[in-house]
């Protein structure tokens, strides 16, 4: 039996760190149960050197991973997502475009390590951060839950991760 794949959106203002992070992070844990994309208000054009040194040094593949802007996934030839997450707090309070298909949305706000570019530290707190808050949806049963419920569920990890 095919198990359903869902599309997860992780939304930063730059798309430089953290929702890159993300990104990978969903990609490779969730073993082909997600794929997962990021994106940004206003991309900065790059992906910062420690978060792609990081991923990288992890074992996490980098070849993907570029700077792009939201409105990529808000066309309809953009593939439909089920999750858009934030991951930063600027974003959260920015309007976001109308998504197709009405996905789950939630907010995982995570400290920017962007602020500190030479403190691997950061970088790593923020990936520790957002690997625990994946690894709980994850967890979650998704095929039993409704959009609602899922989007109530996504909110939840915020707190508890």
Not at 64 to 83: C, I, Y
Request: charged fraction near 20%.
């Amino acid at each position: 039996m095919n198990e359903r794949v869902y599309n997860a959106l992780f939304l930063c203002t730059g798309n430089s760190a953290r929702s890159q992070m993300a990104e990978a992070l969903l990609n490779v844990l969730g073993k082909g149960r997600f794929r997962a994309f990021s994106a940004g208000s206003m991309p900065t054009g790059h992906v910062q050197p420690l978060a792609a040194k990081l991923i990288g040094e992890l074992g996490y593949p980098i070849d993907q991973l570029r700077s792009k802007g939201w409105e990529t996934f808000a066309s309809v030839n953009a593939p439909p997502m089920d999750f858009v997450i934030t991951v930063c707090d600027n974003a959260a309070g920015e309007v976001c475009p109308v998504w197709p298909r009405q996905p789950a949305i939630a907010h995982w706000g995570v400290p920017d390590p962007a602020r500190f570019p030479d403190d691997p530290h950061a970088f790593m707190d923020a990936w520790v951060t957002l690997r625990r808050r994946i690894e709980l949806l994850l967890a979650l049963p998704l095929d039993k839950l409704d959009r609602l419920a899922r989007e109530q569920q996504l909110r939840n990890i915020a707190t508890e991760g």
